[in-house]
């Protein structure tokens, strides 16, 4: 398929601008490595006009004055855009991120309902009062955060930016979004959409370019009062040192190690559905990824047998194509790093059931394909037992009793997201107590809701994401105290 190369520019302040350099990044298919589209290298010097307009809009009386179910109102139009422009904005994710049609649909419906979801926020977000002494009325406001900034990463370019640039807006702050040089395709959509909702000018800013040139400078700006980034936990710590300087608000979503736990007594058919699933969607670039999966060992051989021949029969291919049920990954050196992690996980004696190569095909040999990998006998002090591959890798482990699973299953420096397949309501409820993650499935697998928060313990971050409680990092308190002496 031959396809057009757009030439795009990033929203500053209301305007479509190019880079001040004059320089472009190249986007491109991950499925071919062919140019797709040319998109400003924004410079620090963009960094700073989109933090200042921010700054600006977020004092001008038509941000600052307007009636929060107006803000609302803009909210469910632009709710409303983004399903209107599903296809599109689906082909966009797809061209440049590399994962199916069908799972950019879902993330694109997703983002739309994350709109829909804060749009209903918009004007509920309340103060109280306090009992104090006599003679004196005590109440707090809830007043907008500031300018926040998005660092958004490339493997869920659109949901994740929808995630926070929502609840962002609902209450009344003025964004300014980096999308991943890599996938910058769908928030400038989202940029163009939102201006088409009626946010007004520099309330949404979008600046395309280098997390180290424009990311760097956009967290080190003593104008930016809260920062949302989602990536590594390394570049996390450096957007946290950075924010240190300036005592700017943090919410951290970083990566996972997240385990699966199968009990005898599961639904295994079922299980091994959402086990497959949770690992080989999005090719296994995900902070949620079941990447670890602890088989009791009373099932474990015919467990492993159904997945490792379910997996065998998986077509990878363009994500474009109907018929691909896993795409590429991102890009070549996440391919290469990919098939790093499996030559370690071989050479520390882990046992190789499929995968663990480029396809043979000729026809995917241009793009960045990893065959869906299994290992079993995997143990914690593996790299590829305890590190996030973010790629299609499975490691599987055979477990005797609950004690020695949990223990398994907590060892890891992360906690972000945990699958409990089980029948019984005592070991689930057991489980989803004693597992340290933010998020706890019980016989279900890649969920979550714009409704429901969504975090990390230990290194996988700070803070929530979603549901009411996220409004807390968007929202500064008040307190008023009057004395009616
Ligand atoms: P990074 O953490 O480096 O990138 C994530 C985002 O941060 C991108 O938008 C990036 O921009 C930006 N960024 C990079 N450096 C800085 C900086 N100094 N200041 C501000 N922003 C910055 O991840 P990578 O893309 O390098 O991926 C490496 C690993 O990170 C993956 O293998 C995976 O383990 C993990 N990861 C986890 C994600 C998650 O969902 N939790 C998402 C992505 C990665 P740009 O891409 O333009 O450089």
Same mark, same amino acid.
């Given at each position: ?15 479509w601008l ?33 933090v200042e307009?921010?700054?600006e ?10 009636d ?15 399903r209107?422009?599903?296809d599109e ?25 994350a ?16 009992p104090?002494?006599?003679k004196?009325?005590d ?15 490339w ?12 609840p962002?807006l ?29 946010v007004?000018k520099?309330?949404?800013n ?10 760097s ?12 980034f ?43 559905? $959402? &086990? @497959? %699933? !949770? =690992?080989?969607?999005? /090719?296994?670039?995900? #902070?949620?990824?079941?990447?670890? *999966?602890?088989?009791?060992e ?42 790093? $992690? &499996? @030559? %370690? !996980? =071989?050479?520390?004696? /882990?046992?190789?059931m #499929?995968?663990?190569?480029q396809p *043979? ?24 037992g ?10 599987i ?26 029948k ?29 928060p ?5 290194e ?12 807390r ?13």
């Open positions: 398929m031959t396809v057009q190369v757009q030439k795009l520019k990033m929203l500053i302040n209301g305007e190019e880079s001040s350099t004059g320089a472009t990044t190249s986007i491109v298919d991950p499925s071919n490595n062919e140019p797709v589209a040319d998109v400003p290298r924004g410079s620090k010097q963009e960094a700073r006009a989109a307009a921010a700054h809009a977020l004092a001008s009386p038509e941000w600052r004055d307007m929060s179910a107006k803000r609302g109102r803009i909210l469910t139009k632009l709710s409303t855009l983004v209107e422009n599903m904005m689906a082909r966009l994710e797809t061209l440049s991120q590399g994962k199916t049609l069908r799972e950019s649909k879902g993330d694109v419906a997703w983002a739309a309902r709109f829909e979801y804060f749009a209903g926020l918009a004007d509920k977000i309340e103060g109280e009062t306090i104090v002494p006599p004196r009325l109440y707090t406001l809830k007043e907008p955060l500031g300018v926040t900034v998005h660092i958004v990463p493997n869920y370019p659109i949901a994740i930016a929808a995630r926070s640039w929502a962002a609902a209450a009344g702050n003025t964004v300014v979004v980096k999308p991943s040089e890599t996938t910058p395709l769908t928030a400038l959509k989202l940029g163009e959409l939102s201006v088409k909702a009626g007004p520099g309330v949404v979008v600046v395309t370019g280098s997390g180290a040139e424009v990311g400078a956009l967290v080190s700006d003593r104008k930016v009062d809260g920062i949302i989602t990536g590594s936990s390394e570049t996390g710590r450096q957007v946290m040192e950075a924010a240190a300087k300036n005592v700017t608000h943090v919410l951290l979503e970083l990566g996972g190690k997240n385990p699966h736990i199968v009990f005898p007594d599961a639904d295994l058919g079922r299980a091994v559905r $959402y &086990v @497959k %699933d !949770g =690992i080989f969607t999005n /090719a296994g670039q995900m #902070c949620w990824a079941g990447s670890r *999966a602890f088989i009791h009373s099932v474990y051989d015919g467990f492993v047998k159904d997945l490792v021949a379910k997996t065998k029969t998986m077509r990878l291919g363009p994500g474009m194509e109907e018929s691909s049920e896993m795409g590429p990954v991102v890009s070549r050196s996440r391919q290469e790093t990919i098939l790093g $992690y &499996v @030559k %370690d !996980g =071989i050479q520390e004696g /882990a046992k190789l #499929c995968g663990g190569n *043979a095909e000729p026809r995917l040999r241009s793009g960045n394909f990893v065959e869906p990998t299994i290992f079993e006998e995997v143990t914690g002090e593996m790299k590829i305890c590190e996030e591959i973010f790629g299609p890798v499975l490691s482990t055979k477990f005797r009793t609950t004690d020695e699973v949990v223990s398994m299953a907590n060892e890891t420096e992360y906690g972000l997201y945990a699958g409990v397949w089980t019984d309501l005592k070991t689930a409820h057991d489980m989803a107590s004693r597992l340290q993650a933010g998020v706890v499935t019980i016989n279900e697998f890649l969920i979550t809701f714009p409704s429901t969504f975090g990390g313990y230990k996988s971050g700070i803070g929530h994401e979603n549901g009411i409680e996220t409004l990092h968007y929202t500064r308190t008040k307190n008023v105290s009057v004395n009616l002496n």
